[in-house]
């Protein structure tokens, strides 16, 4: 009998181990459903992108373009969370030497307290002064010492124009993710940039925020010398380089030439092609507030631009061209058309030799004032480690430097005393709404859902039912509900990070439940189980998590997953609510919780109790936490500056259970 028995569990068990618990059709005709947050974000981006088109077209005076200038600047500085007070450089210089086409110094400066940069500056061997550029690095992992920025910068100095080279944060000397023996952790530095992105958010600043103040202090140490002419600044860089390249010339009104690669397209071909990229090349709501990428050229408007392109980047080359010829007529309208061109090399993305002598020719016409045919020698090439500045290769290792990842904590420190006494200064009520803001809670979160019911089988000695819930245009949520023989109980809405097959499928879980006549809604919150979006993912997976690019493209438009969930958990609560006003249990896991944790405190009434399962405890300890996994997703701009995780439990009046909550890491 004990045999029958156990075979008979054991057969339930398979069972519901067998068991699809799929809601969602595979429709040929229909986008794939890994695609639904995307295309459902890219409907709003594409409406902002339009907008600003017909704003750019009112754009027809001095007077309006300057207006416009000072209202995209403004914004921006915003969105990046401002910049530090300068510093003293503490420059030095370690190391100087000399080839057959210039001379070099290699220097190590401080762009904040003890955060050091490692540079390598390239002159001409010609009497100076000269005029300065800087030269910010694309993605390469060896950062300064990349072939293409040494050739980059040996011309420029080779034809009388001195070229500072430095790393970025975690590339070159200046990796953020060390091993304990000193060895790179970390070596995407994509993901290096996207990892300090997500702490970076929760306090209201970006990855941005600190390579744009790198670029404006190796502006400040050219400015220091004796041998650069100070008001003759100009900025080129490839990829990423580009990318600050173009931001740099946007704020930074020192640079009075620029010449940015392989970056510049424009968003709405970005968007609707590659996605998103890595966490520095997105500005909290930029899209929102009316920019497109071509606006960094408006704003270095009416200095010359020279934007050097490839046919064949994955940054689309149409793009680039549409910006150029909205540029063309903005510089047109300003009588300064001349000050704007573009090359376009018949090449993949990269820094190419004849991109670089473009570069180079413009910064001769406009610096120097003569216009040459420039073409690039064979130059003697520094290997990566002629190329180091610092004493062990790592320039945290040097006496006094301190790391991104440290200057973040400090700033989340400052923050806790800002947030502490808005909560003990601000009610109930006003907490909410601030949190609403922050979070932007869709308008309809409350609202009943479109509710489609699929099929339904006997489970259990109950019924389940197929289900989904459409809370607002584009966005459907498949779910499973479990209706037992007799509902006696209460209603469980479970949001689970795996999906909700994997609630179904545990037996020792569901049965009890069941047992005690509740009823079970199991629901896939948006870019979770069926509607995850792995395509985009591009191995992220086990550091950032897989819905990354959705998440960027949402920040761009001033929104958050965060919000965008908690507004699916309120709609179907709701919906649970009316169907039978009985008592909801709120169980959520992993990154479910974080919306989970803010549906109960923004309607308290409509939770009677809430369990966490293996979340996290505060946003604080993630930004405290250096090798913090798969939080991105859970983040919300700016919100460490008002409250944190804790502070919703405050304000949730429903019975609160926390299971192994912590951060988890890689």
């Known amino acids: 009998m004990r045999l029958l028995t156990l075979l008979f569990a054991f057969l339930l068990t398979f069972n519901a181990l067998a068991a699809d618990f799929t809601v969602l059709p595979d429709d040929a005709d229909q986008p794939p459903r890994d695609e639904m947050v995307y295309r459902y974000l890219l409907e709003e981006a594409n409406s902002c992108l339009a907008a600003r ?54 220097i190590i400066f401080q762009s904040q307290p003890g955060l050091f940069v490692t540079a390598l500056l390239y002159l001409p061997r010609t009497e100076g002064p000269w005029p300065g550029i800087i030269v910010p690095c694309g993605h390469s992992a060896n950062g300064k010492a990349a072939e293409p920025y040494q050739r980059a910068s040996m011309l420029l100095a080779a034809n009388g124009l001195a070229a500072l080279c430095y790393d970025p944060i975690g590339q070159g000397e200046r990796y953020t993710f060390l091993k304990d023996d000193g060895s790179v952790e970390i070596k995407s530095t994509t993901i290096d940039h996207t990892l300090v992105g997500t702490k970076a958010i929760l306090t209201g600043i970006n990855t941005a925020t600190f390579r744009i103040w790198d670029g404006m202090r190796a502006i400040d140490y050219l400015q220091s010398r004796d041998d650069i002419i100070k008001d003759k600044i100009g900025c080129t860089g490839n990829s990423g380089g580009g990318t600050l390249t173009s931001y740099l010339m946007a704020l930074d009104e020192r640079i009075v030439c620029a010449a940015p690669s392989c970056y510049i397209t424009t968003f709405e071909r970005l968007v609707n092609t590659i996605g998103p990229q890595d966490a520095e090349q997105n500005f909290f709501g930029q899209i929102a507030f009316g920019m497109e990428q071509t606006d960094y050229i408006h704003l270095h408007a009416p200095n010359p631009v020279l934007l050097c392109t490839a046919t064949k980047d994955f940054f689309d080359i149409g793009g680039s061209w549409s910006s150029f010829r909205e540029a063309k007529r903005l510089f047109t309208r300003l009588g300064h058309a001349e000050r704007v061109d573009l090359i376009e090399n018949d090449a993949e993305h990269g820094f190419h030799q004849a991109q670089r002598e473009g570069a180079a020719r413009w910064m001769s016409r406009w610096l120097l004032k003569e216009d040459r045919y420039i073409t690039e020698p064979e130059f003697q090439i520094f290997t990566d480690e002629e190329a180091l500045c610092s004493s062990r290769g790592q320039v945290i290792f040097e006496p006094g430097a301190r790391s991104v990842l440290d200057l973040l904590a400090d700033r989340e420190k400052a923050l806790e005393e800002k947030r502490m006494a808005y909560q003990k200064s601000s009610e109930d009520a006003e907490r909410r709404s601030k949190i609403r803001e922050l979070i932007n809670l869709p308008a309809g979160a409350n609202d009943q859902p479109e509710v489609e019911f699929v099929k339904k089988e006997a489970f259990k000695g109950g019924t389940l039912h197929y289900m989904i819930f459409q809370p607002e245009e584009g966005i459907v949520l498949p779910a499973l509900m479990a209706m037992p023989a007799s509902f006696t109980g209460a209603w469980t809405l479970i949001c689970v990070a795996e999906g909700k097959a994997s609630f179904f499928r545990n037996d020792a879980v569901v049965d009890p439940l069941l047992e005690g006549g509740n009823a079970l809604l199991a629901l896939d919150l948006r870019g979770l189980g069926e509607t995850v979006n792995l395509k985009k993912s591009h191995g992220w997976d086990s550091t950032v998590g897989p819905n990354w690019a959705d998440y960027f493209l949402a920040y761009l438009l001033g929104r958050s997953y965060v919000g965008m969930r908690t507004g699916d958990i309120l709609a179907v609560a709701n919906w649970l609510q009316s169907r039978e006003n009985k008592a909801i249990h709120l169980i959520a896991t992993g990154e479910a919780t974080v919306p989970a944790r803010h549906a109960a405190a923004l309607e308290p009434d409509l939770f009677e109790k809430l369990r966490i399962e293996k979340g996290i405890d505060s946003w604080a300890a993630v930004v405290h936490t250096p090798r913090a996994r798969h939080q991105l997703i859970n983040t919300v701009h700016n919100a460490l500056a008002w409250y944190d995780l804790p502070d919703l439990t405050a304000l949730t009046q429903a019975q609160v259970e926390e299971v192994e909550c912590a951060v988890p890491v890689f």
């Not at 309006?64 to 503490?90: A, H, M, T, Y």
């Open 53 to 106: 088109k017909e704003r750019y077209e009112s754009v027809k005076t001095v007077e309006d373009v300057e207006r416009w200038q000072n209202d995209l600047r403004e914004k921006i500085l915003e969105s990046l969370g401002g910049f530090p007070e300068r510093c003293p450089l503490n420059a030095r210089i370690v190391e100087k030497g000399e080839r057959e086409h210039f001379r070099f110094e290699k």
